[in-house]
C-alpha cells in the first residue's frame, strides 16, 4: 500500500508557504503607502510561484491517491459462503408484539433485545 503521508505534507506545507507570502503581501499593502503597494507589488511573482508548486502538490497527491485505490472491483465483494444453512439455527427475531414480549422471561427478552429484535406496540 502506498504511503500518501509525505505527500499529504507537502501539500500543507505549500499551503503554508502560499499563505505566509499572501500575509506579507497583505502587510505590506496594508501599511497604505506607495512603497508598501511597491513592496506587495514585488512579492507578486513570488505569490504565483508558491501557488503554482501547492497546485502540483495537490495535483500529484490527488493522482497518488487515486492509484492509492483498489483496482480490482470484485475486492469491494463479499463472498457468498460455501457452507449450507443450517435448517436448526435459531430465527433472526425481527418483530414482536408487546404482549408476546412481556410474557418472556428477562433471559428471553434480553436474548431477544440483543439479537436485534424490535418490539411493536399493536
Same mark, same amino acid.
Given at each position: 500500500?502506498?504511503?500518501?503521508?509525505?505527500?499529504?505534507?507537502?501539500?500543507i506545507a505549500?499551503?503554508?508557504?502560499?499563505?505566509?507570502?499572501?500575509?506579507?503581501?497583505?502587510?505590506h499593502?496594508q501599511?497604505?503607502?506607495?512603497?508598501?503597494?511597491?513592496?506587495?507589488?514585488?512579492?507578486?511573482?513570488?505569490?504565483d510561484?508558491?501557488?503554482?508548486?501547492?497546485d /502540483? $502538490? %495537490? +495535483?500529484?497527491? #490527488?493522482?497518488? &491517491?487515486? *492509484?492509492?485505490?483498489?483496482?480490482? =472491483?470484485?475486492?469491494?465483494?463479499?463472498?457468498?459462503s460455501?457452507?449450507?444453512?443450517?435448517?436448526e439455527?435459531?430465527?433472526?427475531?425481527?418483530?414482536?408484539?408487546?404482549?408476546?414480549? /412481556? $410474557? %418472556? +422471561?428477562?433471559? #428471553?427478552k434480553? &436474548?431477544? *433485545?440483543?439479537?436485534?429484535?424490535? =418490539?411493536?406496540?399493536?
Amino acid at each position: 500500500m502506498l504511503d500518501l503521508k509525505p505527500y499529504h505534507d507537502a501539500v500543507i506545507a505549500t499551503d503554508a508557504e502560499v499563505k505566509r507570502i499572501a500575509n506579507e503581501v497583505d502587510a505590506h499593502f496594508q501599511e497604505g503607502t506607495d512603497e508598501g503597494k511597491e513592496k506587495a507589488l514585488a512579492l507578486r511573482p513570488a505569490l504565483d510561484e508558491a501557488q503554482n508548486k501547492a497546485d /502540483e $502538490a %495537490l +495535483n500529484l497527491y #490527488e493522482s497518488l &491517491k487515486k *492509484a492509492a485505490r483498489p483496482s480490482d =472491483v470484485a475486492m469491494n465483494f463479499v463472498p457468498v459462503s460455501t457452507i449450507p444453512p443450517n435448517p436448526e439455527a435459531p430465527e433472526t427475531p425481527g418483530q414482536m408484539k408487546r404482549p408476546d414480549f /412481556e $410474557a %418472556l +422471561n428477562a433471559v #428471553e427478552k434480553r &436474548k431477544f *433485545a440483543l439479537s436485534g429484535g424490535k =418490539v411493536v406496540d399493536e
